[in-house]
C-alpha cells in the first residue's frame, strides 16, 4: 500500500495508496524514520481514494509541528440548502522531535484523491514549509451512512459537507494546488510532468540557501 525512496540528491519520497481500514502503518512508520535525514521530501497522493482519516493522521503527523486545524465539516441535520448544524474543526497534533521531517515539503495532487486523503493533503499543507503541486482533489467528502429503506435495501447516503480550514465549501471543487500542472493520459505516457514540477521547485529552494 505504499511506496518508498530517494533521489541522488537527497529528495525522500512517499506514496500512500490507500488509508484502508486494517492498514498496517509500522513499515510506513519505519520507511519515515530512515527517510528523516531528507534534504528535501515528496509526498504523492495523487493514487489514494481515501479510507480511515486516523491513519491517514498518523502518517501527516511526520510532517506537522504543534496542534494544527486542517479542515471543517457540517453534519446534515433537515433538509434544505441550510439543514446543517454549525461547523466542526477537525484537528491534528503533529509528532515531535525526533520523529518530525521537517525539510520543504511537495504534495503531489490530483482528481482521483478524494475523501480522507484529502483531509491527508490538508493536515500536509499545514507543515512549515509545504506546496501542493499538480491538479485539483476530487471535492468528494460526505462520510456516507447506512441507511435502512424498509424493504431490504440500505443505502450509503453522504452526511456531511467538507469544508477546508477557513469554512470554504469543498464539496465539488476540491482541494486547489499551490501550483497547476497541466497532464493528460498522454503526457503520463512520455513522463510525470507533476513530478517533474514539484522536483524542480524543491532543487531550486534547496540551491537557495
Not at 479510507?51 to 506537522?64: I, K, T, Y
Not at 434544505?80 to 503531489?108: H, Q, W, Y
Not at 499543507?125 to 460526505?142: F, I, N
Not at 521547485?201 to 537557495?208: M, N
Request: charged share 25%; hydrophobic share 40%; glycine share 12%.
Amino acid at each position: 500500500r505504499a511506496i518508498c525512496g530517494r533521489s541522488a540528491d537527497g529528495i525522500g519520497y512517499l506514496l500512500g495508496d490507500s488509508w484502508v481500514n486494517g492498514l498496517d502503518l509500522a513499515p510506513i512508520h519505519a520507511a519515515l524514520e530512515r527517510l528523516r535525514d531528507a534534504k528535501a521530501f515528496l509526498v504523492d497522493a495523487r493514487t489514494n481514494s481515501g479510507g480511515n482519516e486516523e491513519l491517514a493522521r498518523e502518517v501527516a503527523a511526520w510532517f506537522v509541528e504543534g496542534e494544527v486545524t486542517y479542515a471543517r465539516h457540517r453534519v446534515r441535520t433537515g433538509p434544505g440548502a441550510e439543514g446543517f448544524a454549525p461547523a466542526v474543526e477537525r484537528r491534528m497534533r503533529g509528532n515531535v522531535a525526533p520523529r518530525r521531517i521537517d525539510v520543504p515539503l511537495a504534495v503531489l495532487t490530483g482528481p482521483f484523491a478524494m475523501s480522507s486523503n484529502e483531509s491527508f493533503v490538508l493536515m500536509l499543507r499545514q507543515a512549515r514549509d509545504c506546496t501542493l503541486v499538480g491538479q485539483p482533489t476530487a471535492g468528494s467528502s460526505g462520510n456516507p451512512q447506512p441507511f435502512e429503506l424498509g424493504n431490504g435495501v440500505v443505502a450509503r447516503i453522504p452526511s456531511w459537507q467538507f469544508l477546508g480550514p477557513a469554512g470554504r465549501l469543498l464539496e465539488g471543487s476540491g482541494v486547489a494546488p499551490d501550483v497547476l500542472v497541466p497532464c493528460t493520459p498522454e503526457d503520463l505516457k512520455r513522463g510525470d510532468p507533476i513530478l517533474a514540477k514539484a522536483l524542480e521547485l524543491l532543487r531550486a529552494k534547496l540551491a537557495s540557501r
